[in-house]
């Protein structure tokens, strides 16, 4: 269902990079249904490369979906002219990381279809101060975890609050149940958090405290 939900947001007829591809299940999927126009599948590791490399073989897609062992956005090239780029399944900090350490492979014309886990506050930072507008965000709930999809693109600059940083500008504004549920357990563990702090035998920096204490704050302004 996570990946259905990242396809949905890829432009028809787009040429797609999907970095960190795993077994280049989405590269696959959407040209398979026509949906896109090429593909690049970007695998840091080994493993995962070769896997992404037979899924595309067992396909029949060689000449459409490109599978390359590179780090990050070193996997584009220019002549691939991409206009997507998706990046799933890994911390938010590690795929604005990634974003960071290739920015000179973004023409800044592709939409960014990003599924983090976790780190969601980081990566929308980074979006802001390079230019992109938040355009979707979804949460959904699979297999017990909470996912968050962002998806980008450059646009005039634009400026978000704290807490919509924290919390997602839209998801915000949509409140759904998933999104309401997410943050009612949030709060919590923010609380339980910082009971625990309260009680430590050593004591707890005041700056982490302040951090806890104010997230906290925004998780029970924003359910009231």
């Known amino acids: 269902m996570r990946l259905?939900?990242?396809?949905?947001?890829v432009p028809a007829g787009a040429r797609l990079a999907d970095i960190g591809s795993d077994h280049g299940y989405l590269p696959v999927a959407l040209m398979r249904r026509g949906a896109i126009a090429a593909a690049v599948?970007?695998?840091?590791?080994?493993?995962?490369?070769?896997?992404?490399?037979?899924?595309?073989?067992?396909?029949?897609?060689?000449?459409?979906?490109?599978?390359?062992?590179?780090?990050?956005?070193a996997a584009i090239e220019a002549q691939d002219g991409i206009t997507a780029v998706t990046i799933c399944?890994?911390?938010?900090?590690?795929?604005?990381?990634?974003?960071e350490n290739g920015k000179a492979r973004?023409?800044?014309?592709?939409?960014?279809?990003?599924?983090?886990?976790?780190?969601?506050?980081?990566l929308r930072h980074w979006l802001m101060d390079n230019g992109y507008r938040i355009l979707h965000e979804e949460m959904l709930r699979e297999n017990?975890?909470?996912?968050?999809?962002?998806?980008?693109?450059?646009?005039?600059?634009?400026?978000?609050?704290?807490?919509?940083?924290?919390?997602g500008p839209?998801?915000?504004?949509?409140?759904?149940?998933?999104?309401l549920s997410k943050w009612q357990h949030m709060?919590?563990?923010?609380?339980?958090?910082?009971?625990?702090?309260?009680?430590?035998?050593?004591?707890?920096?005041?700056?982490?405290v302040q951090v806890v204490a104010q997230q906290e704050r925004w998780i029970a302004e924003l359910l009231a």
């Open 4 to 9: 259905e939900r990242v396809a949905a947001h």
């Open 41 to 73: 599948a970007g695998e840091v590791a080994v493993t995962p490369f070769h896997a992404a490399a037979r899924t595309v073989r067992e396909n029949e897609l060689e000449q459409h979906v490109s599978v390359r062992l590179a780090n990050g956005l």
């Open 144 to 167: 017990r975890f909470d996912y968050e999809i962002i998806v980008a693109e450059r646009a005039e600059p634009v400026a978000y609050t704290p807490e919509e940083l924290y919390f």
């Open 187 to 208: 709060l919590i563990q923010k609380q339980k958090t910082l009971g625990n702090f309260a009680r430590a035998r050593q004591a707890v920096p005041e700056e982490k």
């Open 89 to 99: 399944g890994m911390g938010g900090e590690t795929i604005r990381d990634i974003l």
């Open 106 to 122: 973004l023409s800044g014309r592709e939409r960014l279809i990003l599924q983090p886990n976790g780190g969601e506050q980081a």
């Open 170 to 179: 839209l998801l915000m504004q949509a409140r759904s149940a998933a999104f």
